[in-house]
Nanobody
Framework: QVQLVESGGGLVEPGGSLRLSCAAS?????????VNWYRQALGERREYVAG???????NYADSVKGRFNISSSAAKTTVYLQMNSLKPEDTAVYYC?????????????WGEGTQVTVSS
């Protein structure tokens, strides 16, 4: 059974950096077809942050352009979200949503999330 696991969250001061990972495991995984990162601040709706498809094409929300960078491992089983120049308004739980090609078909689903807190 395929699982998506986020990691890399934590507490950082404004202006700092974090790198989040979204790793796929289990279920005879071949590679990601696409991965999108979303975030949800307390009391707010979940919002789109960034995405990448297997060709390497990326997309970003306006609020993070120039500060965040999404990339994948060579095997395309892990996707990273490098977050620089972090602001307090970036505080949220970050989730990845993956579309994964397996040997038996496709898996689409969410990870459990990782908390990012930007505060001095």
């Amino acid at each position: 059974q395929v699982q998506l696991v986020e990691s890399g969250g934590g507490l950082v001061e404004p202006g700092g950096s974090l790198r989040l990972s979204c790793a796929a495991s289990g279920g005879n995984i071949l590679s990601f077809v696409s991965v999108n990162w979303y975030r949800q601040a307390l009391g707010e709706r979940r919002e789109y942050v960034a995405g990448i498809i297997s060709s390497g094409t990326t997309n970003y929300a306006d609020s993070v352009k120039g500060r965040f960078n999404i990339s994948s491992s060579a095997a395309k089983t892990t996707v990273y979200l490098q977050m620089n120049s972090l602001k307090p308004e970036d505080t949220a739980v970050y989730y990845c949503y993956g579309d994964v090609q397996t040997t038996t078909g496709r898996f689409r689903g969410w990870g459990e999330g990782t908390q990012v807190t930007v505060s001095s």
